[in-house]
């Protein structure tokens, strides 16, 4: 298994727990505290679980087993996977660290955007017939 | 090898979470504008649900008989546009009709899917009773 999909699945696995702390967190103080306001927490723990655990897990295990790139290359371009786990793993950190600001929402969305992208543009040649 | 279906099914999950992304960035600054049920459609419905279904399509065990993911692939898809145009034209009917083509397609996938869902002994037995000696 590559190194990156390795920090992805185990980075995946860390959030899951995060994820679960944070809605038992949510579900043992419902009443939205100046710290952590109600709606914002929920965003930012859904987000942990669809982006930081679902989505990596899956690039993960895709970057992983999916079609080699080229007998010299069997992963593709690597540098864009770790991009891809550099911005999904600070974009679901900065929506989590800013809930409560509006900076957290825009600097995490965003850098979660670039991990998409680049998560796109390294498996894309890597789905095909052979 | 990937089936050709499969290529079609993980592409079109993949234009479908670079779009979701994209939507989710545009609804934080105006969330009236795009609501969060749009973003959240299109990551669940249109890029996790498809790329889980075009990579099992791909990598279940493909001993003996093989039911084709075209179909339901086509329906999912239907389904998935139909869902999509009812963000345009706001109608509930359309919008209803999407989400149960939506599901008729995924009970579809399943039934296509689960037969290919077993234990490593029942595909080498298959094996062993479909080979020549």
Redesign the interface.
């Known amino acids: 298994m590559p190194l990156v999909s390795r920090f992805m699945i185990k980075s995946a696995f860390a959030w899951l727990l995060l994820a679960l702390i944070g809605g038992a967190a949510i579900a043992a103080w419902p009443v939205p505290g100046d710290f952590w306001p109600g709606a914002a927490a929920r ?1 930012a723990v859904v987000h942990l679980l ?1 982006v930081g655990w ?2 990596q897990l ?1 690039f993960g295990v ?1 970057h992983w ?1 999916f ?1 080699r790139y080229s007998r010299e290359r069997p992963h593709g371009a690597v540098w864009l996977v770790w991009t891809a786990f550099a911005g999904l793993n600070l974009g679901v950190a900065g929506r989590l660290l800013g809930s409560n600001a ?1 900076w957290g ?2 600097i995490g ?2 850098l ?2 670039v991990g ?2 680049a998560i ?1 543009a390294a ?2 040649p890597r ?4 | 090898m990937m089936p050709r279906t499969s290529v079609f099914i993980i592409r079109a999950s993949m234009v479908a979470l670079v779009a979701g992304g994209m939507l989710g960035l545009v609804a934080i600054p105006s969330p009236i504008t795009i609501p969060a049920r749009v973003h959240a459609d299109a990551m669940l419905l249109g890029f996790m649900l498809p790329f889980a279904f075009g990579t099992a399509a791909w990598i279940l065990p493909k001993r003996g008989k093989v039911r084709a993911v075209t179909i339901p692939a086509i329906i999912y898809f239907g389904g998935l546009l139909t869902l999509s145009t009812s963000y345009v034209i706001p109608l509930p009917s359309i919008e209803i009709t999407g989400r149960s083509v939506l599901a008729v397609g995924t009970i579809l996938f399943a039934a296509a899917l689960l037969p290919r869902v077993r234990h490593i002994t029942a595909v080498r037995r298959h094996d062993h009773s479909t080979s020549p000696n």
């Open positions: 965003a669809t679902l989505t899956i895709a087993l079609p509006a929402e825009i969305g965003g979660q955007f998409i992208l796109t498996l894309w789905i095909r017939l052979k």
